[in-house]
Nanobody, 124 residues
Framework: QVQLVESGGGLVQTGGSLRLSCAASGRTFSSIAMGWFRQAPGKEREFVGGRTWRTSSTYYADSVKGRFTISRDNTKNTLYLQMNSLKPEETAVYYC?????????????????WGQGTQVTVSS
């Protein structure tokens, strides 16, 4: 079992930055893949980026490459999503997720555990 708790969401202006945190418990990062998703009202949950379980490499959706960065602090068992140059269309609830899949998961159904989400609102 993995428990995930996100924090760090809020209101930011266009072009601004936010850093989201995902505190994990129950299982170490070394044995699970982690990911970030977002869901805007009326839209499907969208993959933002992930970190593999074995190599700890990161990968991102094309829409956020170069602006978003995933990192982690093993001492705190916490995953981060640094978001820069935010756009109004990126307003959504952002979710942290964990997967036991031993490849590079990108679909929501490939993730086994989810946090409760944190709201990010980008004003124009």
């Amino acid at each position: 079992q993995v428990q995930l708790v996100e924090s760090g969401g809020g209101l930011v202006q266009t072009g601004g930055s936010l850093r989201l945190s995902c505190a994990a418990s129950g299982r170490t990062f070394s044995s699970i893949a982690m990911g970030w998703f977002r869901q805007a009202p009326g839209k499907e949950r969208e993959f933002v980026g992930g970190r593999t379980w074995r190599t700890s490499s990161t990968y991102y959706a094309d829409s956020v490459k170069g602006r978003f960065t995933i990192s982690r602090d093993n001492t705190k068992n916490t995953l981060y999503l640094q978001m820069n140059s935010l756009k109004p269309e990126e307003t959504a609830v952002y979710y942290c997720a964990a997967s036991t899949k031993r490849y590079t998961p990108v679909r929501a159904d490939e993730f086994d555990y989810w946090g409760q989400g944190t709201q990010v609102t980008v004003s124009s």
